[in-house]
């Protein structure tokens, strides 16, 4: 059973287009993690949400945490080549336990 | 740039061979961790430390044994490896309190052969 559930789980749109990913979990989180992650290279944490309710915004990305403090969202306007990775969300209960989604695997298409 | 170096980073080993993995971190966190990536399972955790000498086992850790003698390294041993520990292995850490994240290394390549 996978704790954190990413949706979609393979995206490719056009360069410009708008999307949207999702992760959701029947799980309350203390705080929710979003990675992006290139081939050969290790996942880079793009932004920490932590209050319930939050919006936070990285240029072209941005990012909700949803009330509850269960799901999550990341929107990118206007997609570039570059947004091109594998995004993965991650959980924390409480302590140092971090559980990852089995991420969205986006493809921007020029 | 979180400070964790890894190595190697490519090996390819036979099997039965032990093999050790090196994770070293030049911060002082006081959490590492041991993951695999493997198509269609994502990260899966096969090892952490919560200090020096103190570790626990992930959801993966059959196969493999860690070692933690100083706060800057740990090691990941497999014993005998076998070809369904071929993987992309990452060691990470992680900081503490509210709003605590981890970071990951580059990654470690192995090929069980």
């Known amino acids: 059973t996978q704790l954190l559930e990413q949706s979609p789980q393979f995206l490719s749109i056009q360069e410009g287009e708008n999307l949207t990913v999702y992760c959701n979990s029947s799980?309350?989180?203390?705080?929710l993690q979003w990675y992006r992650q290139e081939p050969g290279e290790g996942p880079v944490l793009l932004v920490t949400?932590?209050?319930?309710?939050e919006v936070k915004k990285l240029k072209r990305l941005t990012f909700q945490f949803g009330d509850a403090r269960k799901d999550s969202s990341l929107h990118i306007t206007a997609a570039q080549p570059g947004d091109t990775g594998l995004y993965l969300c991650?959980?924390?209960?409480?302590?140092?336990?971090?559980?990852f989604g089995t991420g969205t695997s986006l493809t921007v298409i020029p | 740039d979180a400070g964790i170096t890894q190595s190697p980073r490519h090996k390819v080993t036979e099997t039965g061979t032990p093999v050790t993995l090196r994770c070293h971190q030049t911060?002082?966190?006081?959490?590492m961790y041991w993951y695999r990536q493997d198509p269609g399972h994502g990260l899966r955790l096969i090892h952490y430390?919560?200090?020096?000498?103190?570790?626990d086992k992930g959801e993966v850790s059959d196969g493999y044994s860690v070692s933690r003698s100083k706060t800057e390294d740990f090691l990941l041993t497999l014993e005998s490896a076998t070809s369904s520990q071929t993987s992309v292995y990452f060691c990470?850490?992680?900081?503490?309190?509210?709003?605590?994240?981890?970071?990951f290394g580059e990654g470690s390549w192995l090929t069980v052969v």
């Open positions: 430390s919560y200090g020096v000498k103190d570790t």
């Open positions: 990470a850490i992680s900081t503490t309190g509210i709003g605590n994240t981890i970071y």
């Open positions: 799980s309350v989180f203390s705080s």
């Open positions: 991650a959980g924390v209960f409480t302590g140092n336990q971090f559980y």
């Open positions: 949400v932590v209050t319930g309710g």
């Open positions: 911060e002082n966190h006081r959490y």
